[in-house]
């Protein structure tokens, strides 16, 4: 079985975040500290083999470590939304007893 990577940190908030392909594998990044998708896709996967990975889409997370919630949500204007189901399923591997929406939350 092909291991899926999550880096969206340890910071609570919203930020925004991608969703990319290697081969079989997807990988999760987000960054409360980068302002644009482009840029998250070039800081975390800038150095691997790019003839191997494909950005899928992006989008928001809103993170509550001590509620243990996520929710998925948006767009990005650079690739497109995010699949934000795969996203959720990949997410739920790692955070197993976290509730996980793909609705964005009220203001």
Do not use: R, W
């Amino acid at each position: 079985m092909t291991s899926n990577i999550v880096d969206i940190g340890s910071t609570p908030g919203k930020f925004k975040y991608i969703l990319v392909q290697q081969g079989e594998k997807y990988i999760i990044c987000g960054d409360p500290n980068l302002e644009y998708h482009g840029i998250i896709a070039l800081q975390d996967i800038g150095d691997e083999s790019t003839n191997e990975l494909k950005v899928l889409g992006g989008g928001k997370v809103l993170v509550d470590f001590n509620k243990k919630q996520i929710n998925i949500f948006g767009d990005s204007q650079s690739y497109g939304a995010a699949d934000h189901a795969k996203a959720k399923s990949i997410l739920q591997e790692k955070y197993t007893d976290f509730n996980i929406s793909t609705k964005k939350p009220a203001d």
